[in-house]
């Protein structure tokens, strides 16, 4: 980080999920607006990737937020992580 739109690459988010969780893994810009959806979709425990490919979108800073809502409890962590595009 940062990552670049000229390099036409994406970036990897790597994530652990420690028990069986519906997990989504969205990215926001600065105002708080949706841009992608990486991932939407129960998981059982394990490691896992997914890979963002910044097309379309205009510089500056986005959040990617990992919610994962636990299948046992209904209970929900939540981790945000920062990321700087460049031109």
């Known amino acids: 980080n940062p990552l ?10 790597q ?5 069986d969780s519906h997990i989504r893994l969205s990215v926001r810009n600065m105002l708080g607006q949706e841009v992608a ?3 939407d979709a129960p998981m059982a425990a ?8 910044p097309t379309g ?6 959040i990617a937020t990992l919610v994962a809502e636990t299948a046992a409890s209904g209970n ?11 031109r």
């Not at 670049?4 to 988010?13: E, I, R």
């Not at 981790?79 to 460049?86: A, S, Y």
């Open 76 to 86: 929900a962590e939540i981790r945000h992580l920062q990321m700087q595009i460049v």
């Open 4 to 13: 670049s739109l000229n390099s036409g690459t994406g970036t990897t988010l």
């Open 57 to 62: 979108i205009p510089a500056g800073n986005y």
């Open 46 to 53: 394990g490691s896992y990737n997914a890979t963002w490919y």
């Open 15 to 19: 994530y652990n999920v420690a028990e």
């Open 37 to 39: 959806t990486l991932v």
